[in-house]
């Protein structure tokens, strides 16, 4: 059965597959041809004729729109220039120039791209985070890419290794799905060092679902899902080069690259290299406060366009090699030595896809295809005495088929999906080896009712090897209060296996004693799947006030667990320990923001976060630790008419509950709250005519950093020893300098 389902999958590799979970897709460049060549334009207003749905062209001009049954003539407006009305019979990309007014002298560009945005019209909230929103900060790798976004907590994951984790309704990573484009990217293996995979310099937006999203991209969102889309040879520039460095030794290159082969064939080169050479160690604990480490990123992809239909192949590599621990560590002569504490990770990752899509001509609303993906990920780690090697290969096959039910108001979506992982873990003794495949089926229905009323429906029911048979339903409804008002509900469910050793590898940095109480089934690691039910509500308004543009949302999600597999650290300082859930767990989150361009030019965000995060460790109901009830966030920025940028993120954090060490001599016990904080990031840049920029920033200003993070640093392998127990910055005031030069 598994051979036959293999290879039904692979055979339909030849068949044509959506680009995006949308595929009526027109995408197109605004330009105005002048001596000097052509000139992108910014913020042009594109719309069907009779109709509200309509886009805007970014800073290069480009754009997409989503193609509708009941016009093809495309108008395309911009202040100071002519008006064009096209008549769009091709699939292909088109281009449209505009002409200046012969009225006009001088043309002033008042237009204003806002650099985060939320979807208007579609029933699921989708916070779009432009490039604009990634340059505000340093934003190296996606682990950073939200320092100006209040929606996602970033945290180390301990005080050796470096490594960022992320939050979403105060539920930790792995319980959002993260994908590459809609298809799974950071899963898995590399569940918690992924985030670094992903050079900021290569992203061009990020897509973010808080609950559960859309049964098309399958059924393992819980907390969320963030899209991240990579530069592509149709939109990103022709060459575009970005170098950093940081006063802790951090230095990095980014080099994207695209061409041209000819008239359908395309291709994007996207390059990435870091090294971070020197010790530091600021609180004088004898640990480096730091990894050192090189990294080796590269992706190449290859874009196919023909008359309503794309072809897209794409390969990516991965080489990470680190290095921490204490200061005299070499990892040359000290590896797995019992007098020098030290820490070594490397991995080797390989990633191919390929996706196609066509729409048929003469039913522009009608497509079908197949998306596949494979991953290789290698990773031999030590920490101290502890060895965890692992290997996992995976594959996944997503194919879609879209059409309409009389018109355009009721759209549906129908499709089979198939996941395939195969995963081998050592630590220490302990050997998991297992397999595990799932195929699945989908259909989703959308319903729109006069703009007013959008309702998207979604069932999946798929069969897990070892969990059985499972039925994943979703719902999303918009309802247009007014003009200006949107109420978003969403209700689903989602199911996923949790990986208890790479999601939880901060833990190898402690002496604890890792104990799993599975029952001994064949279940990976002998313990169930996590299910949990997600229940949403969004209401968001946008407003004008003193003749400016603003928008206040408020949020509501409540996830509740039917099973979790449970990280216990609270029931023995010495343990940690995994075990399916016997009681409740939950999350409920609220969050209130408001953006607003306070003066011109000068746009204001403000965040309030209010976290209860409750599970049942033992036979008690508590605060899960490391999470803070209160968070407060501001984010400001004034941009200049002569391309000067200034940027300042205030984050305020309540203090939180952390796991009890009364159990441990005096001297290595710690407090059961941390205390509160506030940590602010700045950054100044300045640009000349779009080509050139230069940025120079400053993180944790107030160079507030986490007293004694690790426990029994004077004994490292003792059992006392914890470098787990993180909450706050590890790392002090941070000085960086880059800059970007890129040719259209």
Not at 42 to 55: E, F, R
Not at 172 to 185: F, K, L, S
């Amino acid at each position: 059965m598994r051979k036959l389902i293999l290879v039904l999958f692979l055979s339909l590799s030849f068949l044509w597959l959506p680009a995006q979970i949308s595929l009526k897709i027109l995408k197109g460049r605004v330009l105005e041809e002048t001596a000097e060549g052509k000139i992108p334009l910014h913020g042009a207003n594109i719309y069907w004729q009779g109709t509200t749905k309509g886009s805007s062209s970014n800073a290069n001009g480009f754009f997409e729109i989503e193609r509708i049954e009941e016009s093809n003539v495309l108008i395309v407006s911009y202040t100071g220039y002519q008006s064009d009305t096209s008549f769009v019979d091709t699939e292909n990309d088109i281009e449209i120039f505009l002409s200046s007014s012969l009225s006009l002298q001088e043309v002033e560009v008042v237009t204003r791209v806002k650099t985060t945005n939320i979807g208007y019209m579609n029933p699921i909230k989708i916070e779009k985070i432009g490039e604009g929103e990634l340059h505000k900060a340093a934003c190296c790798n996606l682990s950073e890419s939200f320092e100006t976004n209040p929606s996602v907590d970033v945290s180390f994951t301990d005080a050796v290794t470096g490594t960022r984790q992320i939050q979403m309704l105060g539920l930790a990573g792995p319980y959002t799905q993260i994908t590459r484009e809609n298809m799974p990217d950071i899963r898995g293996l590399s569940a918690i060092y992924g985030f670094t995979y992903t050079p900021g310099p290569w992203v061009e937006a990020i897509n973010l679902i808080k609950g559960t999203g859309s049964v098309v991209n399958g059924f393992e969102s819980i907390a969320g899902q963030i899209d991240v889309n990579l530069w592509k040879p149709a939109t990103m520039d022709k060459l575009y080069l970005n170098l950093f460095g940081n006063q802790e030794g951090r230095i990095e290159a980014n080099l994207n690259l695209k061409s041209s082969v000819s008239k359908k064939w395309s291709t994007g080169l996207l390059l990435h290299a870091k090294t971070n050479q020197i010790r530091y160690d600021k609180n004088n604990d004898g640990f480096m406060d730091m990894p050192l480490g090189t990294n080796f990123i590269g992706l190449n992809r290859w874009e196919y366009a023909i008359d309503g239909g794309h072809i897209e192949i794409g390969v990516k590599g991965t080489w990470v090699d680190q290095t921490g621990g204490q200061m005299n560590f070499d990892a040359k002569k000290d590896l797995h030595s019992t007098s020098i504490w030290g820490m070594k990770n490397k991995t080797k990752r390989l990633e191919m896809w390929t996706k196609a899509g066509k729409v048929f001509l003469d039913k522009p609303y009608q497509s079908f295809g197949l998306q596949l993906s494979g991953t290789y990920h290698n990773q031999e780690s030590s920490f101290g005495v502890k060895q965890y090697d692992a290997t996992q290969k995976s594959f996944y096959a997503n194919y879609i088929f879209q059409s309409i039910i009389s018109n355009s108001n009721h759209k549906y979506k129908i499709g089979a999906s198939f996941m395939y992982d195969d995963y081998i873990e050592r630590l220490d003794a302990l050997i998991v080896d297992r397999t595990e495949w799932v195929p699945g089926l989908f259909a989703e229905y959308t319903y729109n009712w006069n703009d007013r009323l959008n309702v998207v429906a979604g069932l999946r029911g798929d069969y897990h090897n070892s969990y059985g048979f499972f039925m994943t339903p979703r719902a999303h409804l918009r309802y247009l209060l007014n003009e200006d008002l949107v109420l978003r509900l969403s209700a689903g469910r989602g199911q996923r296996t949790a990986q208890i050793l790479s999601e939880n590898i901060g833990m190898f940095s402690s002496s604890r004693e890792l104990i799993i109480n599975g029952d001994g089934s064949d279940k990976p690691y002998g313990l169930d799947a996590e299910v949990a039910w997600n229940y949403g509500m969004n209401l968001t308004w946008d407003f004008e006030l003193d003749y400016r543009d603003g928008t206040l949302s408020f949020d509501f999600y409540r996830t509740q667990f039917q099973n979790q597999i449970v990280v216990d650290i609270d029931s023995d300082v010495r343990k940690i320990m995994f075990y399916n859930l016997q009681g409740e767990s939950f999350s409920n989150s609220f969050q209130a923001q408001v953006d607003y361009e306070v003066l011109k030019r000068f746009d204001m965000r403000i965040a309030y976060r209010w976290y209860d995060v409750k599970t049942t460790y033992g036979d008690d109901l508590m605060q899960k630790p490391f999470v803070a009830y209160h968070r407060a966030f501001i984010n400001l920025a004034y941009n200049t008419r002569n391309a000067w940028k200034f940027d300042a993120t205030l984050n305020w954090q309540d203090e939180k509950r952390l796991p009890s060490t009364m159990d441990n001599p005096v001297k290595y016990q710690r407090l059961d709250h941390s205390p509160s904080f506030f940590l602010l990031n700045a950054q100044i840049s300045k640009s000349w005519k779009e080509r050139f920029d230069v940025y120079l920033g400053v993180e944790n200003i107030f160079d507030y950093t986490q007293k004694d993070p690790i426990v029994a640093t004077d004994q490292p392998f003792s059992e006392f020893f914890d470098a787990s127990m993180i909450w706050g910055p590890v790392f002090g005031r941070n000085i960086y300098f880059g800059i970007r030069y890129n040719i259209k």
